[in-house]
């Protein structure tokens, strides 16, 4: 069995914890696959490394690999999708963060996790991805997101209007500081920061939600993920911000984007005991009221 560790940044306080996965993994002899700054940062034990090898990007990264453990919050997660591509690797998102909403794995569980991992006794929960494609090259060699892809004004600028079409018909003009557009996991991301509806993971749909919008009449619609949302940008500055997941770039006005359903989906471990809802109440307490005893 072969298992890929991955973090984007620690701190000394959580290197006991990592250490604690170490042990557990070397006692079923599995092999590592540690990324390599994770291991400049620490200086770990030799012995935890016998099996160890390291990876720095996506392309040392195989099929051959049977589990991505993710050590750090929901970021974290999103970083390993980007890494993973297409490869269909499953990822296992341990929360040294703070909400933990897709890294919904406790440290305190790390034996619970390596137990699961070694017996194969988890579920794979498939996520939709969402694509873009633009009339300029943006977000290298990932054009694609697990939470969402937003459109934002840059700094204090005047507001925008975002035309925007549904397969090439028109749906409506937002005059908003911005427009999200959230796949069924983000819909509990910044699209529901935006008063966005949560969505099932499993639901094939895209939720579109204006940001800061200048009108009592516009509010987010669900729509199909078949659909394909393209995008035309009205507005007195020269640029403004595409956001995609935890990533961003500065665009011309005249940038044209259309947003698709990916091809490829992400896969997230699943421990038996950890459902959605489930996690909407104890890590957004949702439901919650003091009469429910």
Same mark, same amino acid.
């Given at each position: 069995m072969k298992v890929a560790i991955y973090? =984007?940044?620690?701190?000394?306080?959580? !290197?006991?914890?990592?250490?604690?996965?170490?042990?557990?993994?070397?006692?079923?002899?599995?092999?590592?696959?540690?990324? !390599? +700054?994770?291991?400049?940062?620490?200086?770990?034990?030799?012995?935890?490394?016998?099996?160890?090898?390291?990876?720095?990007c996506s392309n040392d990264l195989t099929t051959e690999i049977d589990c991505f453990i993710s050590l750090g919050g929901d970021g974290t997660i999103l970083d390993s999708v980007t890494l993973i591509k297409d490869k269909k690797i499953p990822i296992l998102g341990i929360n040294f963060g703070r909400l933990g909403f897709l890294a919904s794995i406790s440290r305190d569980e790390l034996n619970t996790a390596v137990d699961a991992i070694v017996n194969r006794s988890f579920e794979i929960d498939k996520r939709s991805l969402l694509h873009i494609d633009t009339s300029i090259q943006l977000f290298a060699d990932a054009p694609f997101a697990l939470n969402e892809f937003a459109i934002h004004k840059r700094d204090t600028s005047p507001m925008i209007k975002?035309?925007?079409?549904?397969?090439?018909?028109? *749906?409506?003009?937002?005059?908003?500081?911005?427009?999200?557009?959230?796949?069924?996991?983000?819909s509990t991301g910044y699209s529901?920061?935006?008063?966005?509806?949560?969505?099932f993971p499993e639901s094939n749909s895209f939720v579109?939600?204006?940001?800061?919008?200048?009108?009592?009449?516009? =509010?987010?619609?669900?729509? +199909?993920?078949?659909?394909?949302?393209?995008?035309?940008?009205?507005?007195?500055?020269?640029?403004?911000?595409?956001?995609?997941?935890?990533?961003?770039?500065v665009v011309n006005k005249e940038v044209l984007i259309a947003v698709k359903k990916e091809a490829f989906c992400a896969h997230l471990v699943k421990l038996n005991d950890k459902g959605f809802l489930s996690t *909407?109440?104890?890590?957004?307490?949702?439901? *919650?009221?003091?009469?429910? !005893?």
């Amino acid at each position: 069995m072969k298992v890929a560790i991955y973090s =984007r940044g620690l701190d000394d306080e959580q !290197k006991k914890p990592l250490i604690m996965l170490l042990e557990a993994l070397l006692v079923h002899q599995i092999e590592l696959l540690i990324y !390599k +700054p994770l291991l400049e940062f620490y200086n770990l034990p030799q012995h935890l490394l016998q099996n160890a090898a390291v990876f720095t990007c996506s392309n040392d990264l195989t099929t051959e690999i049977d589990c991505f453990i993710s050590l750090g919050g929901d970021g974290t997660i999103l970083d390993s999708v980007t890494l993973i591509k297409d490869k269909k690797i499953p990822i296992l998102g341990i929360n040294f963060g703070r909400l933990g909403f897709l890294a919904s794995i406790s440290r305190d569980e790390l034996n619970t996790a390596v137990d699961a991992i070694v017996n194969r006794s988890f579920e794979i929960d498939k996520r939709s991805l969402l694509h873009i494609d633009t009339s300029i090259q943006l977000f290298a060699d990932a054009p694609f997101a697990l939470n969402e892809f937003a459109i934002h004004k840059r700094d204090t600028s005047p507001m925008i209007k975002i035309h925007t079409y549904l397969n090439g018909e028109f *749906l409506n003009t937002f005059w908003a500081d911005g427009i999200i557009v959230a796949t069924p996991t983000g819909s509990t991301g910044y699209s529901l920061s935006c008063n966005g509806p949560i969505v099932f993971p499993e639901s094939n749909s895209f939720v579109i939600t204006p940001v800061a919008p200048h009108n009592l009449t516009v =509010r987010p619609i669900v729509v +199909p993920d078949s659909d394909i949302i393209s995008f035309e940008i009205e507005a007195r500055a020269d640029q403004f911000i595409c956001g995609l997941d935890a990533r961003r770039e500065v665009v011309n006005k005249e940038v044209l984007i259309a947003v698709k359903k990916e091809a490829f989906c992400a896969h997230l471990v699943k421990l038996n005991d950890k459902g959605f809802l489930s996690t *909407l109440r104890s890590k957004l307490a949702w439901g *919650l009221d003091r009469r429910n !005893k």
